[in-house]
T-cell receptor, first 113, second 111 residues
Framework: DGGITQSPKYLFRKEGQNVTLSCEQNLNHDAMYWYRQDPGQGLRLIYYSQIVNDFQKGDIAEGYSVSREKKESFPLTVTSAQKNPTAFYLC????????????FGPGTRLTVL | EDQVTQSPEALRLQEGESSSLNCSYTVSGLRGLFWYRQDPGKGPEFLFTLYSAGEEKEKERLKATLTKKESFLHITAPKPEDSATYLCAGTLSGGYNKLIFGAGTRLAVHP
């Protein structure tokens, strides 16, 4: 089955810790994205990557970091500099090159203890 | 400022009671309008893409339409399994494939 997987489903972080959220896709998509979802708000873009070894900041990149070493993988690190990290994190991918349809993974819920 | 606004925030329907969800946008150079369905605790599921005013797309009990200023998601004779949050997003012409999301409409269909 082609799709996007995210792990873990639930993640708990202590104050001052960095944590990494995994996102893998086997759709052969060029572009990948990370969004944050908070109650009552629309999805907000954290980072995006249109091609391997290249990525760009989205609207709320502060306190987050990413890498894109492989086409299939786009991990997100939530650093201790992110002051309010408790949220639902969604990874998405698209074919890129003008094709706009983004497909989402199942999400990771991060809670700070 | 580019913005997407959805209304109502929440909608409660009886099974079989048709209605419409609204998505209005102030996105200059809109390149596409997307509808997603999201169940609690899950990722959004892609439903439709609309590219030009007058375009319509259908899937089972759902029909999406687009005008120059807004999009509607019409739900005909809904069933309880249609209960979900429906998200609308617009994408801009030029640049990368950025989606601007509305906050969603929470739909509850009761038997």
């Amino acid at each position: 089955d082609g799709g996007i997987t995210q792990s873990p489903k639930y993640l708990f972080r202590k104050e001052g810790q960095n944590v990494t959220l995994s996102c893998e896709q086997n759709l052969n998509h060029d572009a990948m994205y990370w969004y944050r979802q908070d109650p009552g708000q629309g999805l907000r873009l954290i980072y995006y990557s249109q091609i391997v070894n290249d990525f760009q900041k989205g609207d709320i990149a502060e306190g987050y970091s990413v890498s894109r070493e492989k086409k299939e993988s786009f991990p997100l690190t939530v650093t201790s500099a992110q002051k309010n990290p408790t949220a639902f994190y969604l990874c998405a991918s698209s074919k890129g090159r003008g094709n706009n349809e983004q497909f989402f993974g199942p999400g990771t819920r991060l809670t700070v203890l | 400022e580019d913005q997407v606004t959805q209304s109502p925030e929440a909608l409660r329907l009886q099974e079989g009671e048709s209605s419409s969800l609204n998505c209005s946008y102030t996105v200059s150079g809109l390149r596409g309008l997307f509808w997603y369905r999201q169940d609690p605790g899950k990722g959004p599921e892609f439903l439709f893409t609309l590219y030009s005013a007058g375009e319509e797309k259908e899937k089972e009990r759902l029909k999406a339409t687009l005008t120059k200023k807004e999009s509607f998601l019409h739900i005909t004779a809904p069933k309880p399994e249609d209960s979900a949050t429906y998200l609308c997003a617009g994408t801009l012409s030029g640049g990368y494939n950025k989606l601007i999301f509305g906050a969603g409409t929470r739909l509850a269909v009761h038997p």
